[in-house]
């Protein structure tokens, strides 16, 4: 399980993470939802350990930076390595090849590509193949549809779906309100790096409409019918 607890973050002057407490399960999906701004990634980069933080946070039992994060398989926000590095090469890296990940994100098609000429979208697949082919038992993704159109946004539900089942634990960042309400089981929803509401899929249309002042029924309403 990753725990974290009553977990604060300072940059500069500003408290970007206020006291946050939440958990992640083998064998489930959390969703962070929150504005821009709310502290989805510095939260991922706390439990990653790239922040330095005050409170407590153990991935089973273990401090981040006492072995916990190796427990962790991440798609950071910025995904972006070097940029003369073959797509091949960065899924040499990874611990096993999963040919089934390699089919779904397209990535044979780009095998001998240089990241350098990837397209965001491209470069995304990519980034999300090697979150996925590291077998660790907690993969974390900060906006994964990020630069991804709709069939793969499709092909990586149902992927993230088959990790669950494997027994992972999943934590996805996500600003994507109709993606994340389809993978996930619970949601964490920040505010001012605060936690405002953590729910299931019930509880989720009244806590968007706390948080963004509207949600996506009735965005679509307004945009589709
Ligand atoms: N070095 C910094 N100094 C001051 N504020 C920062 C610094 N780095 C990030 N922030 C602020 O922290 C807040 C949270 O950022 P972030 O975790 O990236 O949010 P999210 O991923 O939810 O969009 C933002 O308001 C951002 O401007
Ligand atoms: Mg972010």
């Known amino acids: 399980m990753i725990e974290v607890y009553n977990l604060y973050v300072r940059k500069g002057e500003k408290e970007v993470l206020n006291g946050v407490s939440m958990e992640v399960?083998?064998?489930e999906t959390v969703v962070l939802i929150g504005e821009n701004?709310?502290?989805k990634t510095t939260l991922i980069r706390a439990i990653t350990g790239l922040e330095d933080y005050k409170g407590e946070i153990y991935i089973d039992g273990v401090e981040p930076e006492k072995g916990g994060k190796e427990k962790i398989?991440?798609?950071?926000q910025d995904f972006n390595p070097m940029a003369y590095?073959?797509?091949?090469e960065i899924i040499g890296f990874c611990d096993s090849v999963d040919e089934e990940v390699i089919k779904e994100l397209g990535l044979n098609g780009i095998f001998s590509?240089?990241?350098g000429n990837l397209s965001g979208g491209e470069r995304r697949r990519v980034g999300i193949g090697f979150a996925l082919m590291n077998d660790r038992p907690y993969i974390i993704l900060d906006e994964p549809t990020a630069n991804l159109d709709i069939s793969y946004i499709n092909r990586l539900i149902s992927l993230l779906r088959r990790k669950v089942e494997e027994g992972k634990g999943l934590l996805i960042a996500t600003h994507d309100l109709i993606f994340g309400r389809e993978v996930g089981d619970r949601f964490v929803f920040l505010?001012?790096?605060?936690?405002?509401?953590i729910t299931n899929e019930e509880g989720f249309n009244y806590a968007c409409t706390k948080v963004f002042g509207t949600?996506?029924?009735?965005?679509v309403m307004k945009r589709c019918v």
Do not use: F, P, W
Not at 85 to 88: F, M
Not at 191 to 197: E, I, Q, T
């Open 25 to 27: 399960d083998r064998g």
């Open 37 to 39: 701004g709310s502290g």
């Open 73 to 76: 398989s991440v798609l950071s």
């Open 85 to 88: 590095l073959k797509v091949s």
């Open 113 to 115: 590509s240089r990241i």
């Open 191 to 197: 505010r001012d790096g605060k936690v405002a509401y």
């Open 215 to 219: 949600n996506m029924y009735t965005e």
